[in-house]
């Protein structure tokens, strides 16, 4: 699979690069943080909110809606699965990683099941220091890396468990956390308890 640069400009069509914005300290922090052997992802770091990176995103970018800053690390290699919120998600680079992107917009609905075609997936790379916006409509999940950490920006809430479930449109049999609407793999949604409708290999970089 070819791998272009966040900077490339088909990028656009998933997201942009920010600019403007000191995330240094964000990214110090990172640096203490141990690696684990798979992926883990913590919503929200108390150390991580501290800070005028914090204030800055919270009453700029998100406008003064509530946020949440935490971060996703480990090794990585696969796909797995495909996530959307109602929302832009901010990832920051405190390694240099790459992310699997698609668009909402190809996500197919046929008798009552959804499916995406891993064949709409695009790969970019992201070097350490680098920060960029997922729109809403842009499909994603873990990056891949040996070792990546990325901080990861949402509105508070966010990817954290239901409190309850009760699925009203179609859409909602997809809907797996908190502002998180899941199509997994068949390598990893039976695992996870995920709603399974990716066709196609489970992209590998």
């Known amino acids: 699979m070819e791998i272009k640069s966040v900077m490339d400009a088909s990028f656009l069509q ?3 690069v920010l600019d403007g914005y000191d995330f ?3 990214i110090g922090k990172m640096e203490s943080v141990s690696l684990p052997k798979d992926v883990v992802y913590v919503p929200s770091v108390p150390e991580l909110e501290e800070g005028r990176a914090f204030i800055e995103l919270q009453t700029m970018f998100f406008g003064g809606l509530p946020i949440q ?3 996703c690390i480990g090794y990585n290699s696969l796909l797995n699965a ?3 919120h109602r ?3 901010i990832n920051i680079a405190a390694t240099d990683l790459s992310v699997l992107v698609g668009d909402q917009r190809d996500i197919c609905l046929d008798s009552g099941n959804y499916s995406f075609d891993s064949k709409n997936i695009k790969a970019f790379s992201v070097k350490k220091g680098q920060a960029f916006e997922f729109y809403a409509t842009t499909l994603h999940f873990a990056p891949c890396g040996e070792g990546f950490k990325a901080v990861v920006v949402l509105p508070r ?3 954290t468990p239901l409190e309850a479930k009760t699925e009203i ?3 909602d049999k997809l809907l797996y956390a908190k502002n998180k609407w899941l199509i997994g793999h068949g390598d990893w949604a039976p695992k996870n308890n995920a709603y399974q409708g990716i066709i196609g290999g489970n992209v590998e970089i």
């Open 24 to 26: 240094s300290e964000l």
């Open 157 to 159: 809430g966010t990817n």
């Open 87 to 89: 929302s832009s998600e």
């Open 169 to 171: 449109s179609t859409e």
């Open 69 to 71: 800053i935490g971060y």
């Open 82 to 84: 495909v996530e959307y």
């Open 14 to 16: 998933y997201g942009k």
